[in-house]
């Protein structure tokens, strides 16, 4: 059973940096494709980025470029998020998915706000 566990969410100023983290279990996580995605109030699933299953590759959504990086710990099954210079319109429950199935998570409340 897949199973992503999300955490690393909070309340941070403007301009602040968050990293979240996803562990993953229950499927091969080397070989696996995984993204992030979010969730603002009222509003629909945006996909943020994602990475394949080699380290160091990733693309994302214009609206996170330059501010936001995955990367993955192949090692750990961990997958993160490093967001920087965050504003007020990325306030969101943060969810991590594994491509092929689908699954996500139950994510994590980002807050930004001064």
């Known amino acids: 059973e897949v199973q992503l566990v999300e955490s690393g969410g909070g309340l941070v100023q403007p301009g602040g940096s968050l990293r979240l983290s996803c562990a993953a279990s229950?499927?091969?996580?080397?070989?696996?494709?995984m993204s992030w995605v979010r969730q603002a109030p009222g509003k629909g699933l945006e996909w943020i980025g994602t990475?394949?299953?080699?380290?160091?590759?990733?693309v994302y959504a214009d609206s996170v470029k330059g501010r936001f990086t995955i990367s993955r710990d192949n090692g750990k099954n961990t997958v993160y998020l490093q967001m920087n210079n965050l504003k007020s319109e990325d306030t969101a429950v943060y969810y991590c998915?594994?491509?092929?199935?689908?699954?996500r998570g139950k994510g994590t409340q980002v807050t930004v706000s001064s």
């Open positions: 990475t394949n299953s080699g380290p160091g590759f990733a």
């Open positions: 229950g499927f091969t996580f080397r070989d696996a494709a």
């Open positions: 998915r594994e491509i092929s199935t689908g699954a």
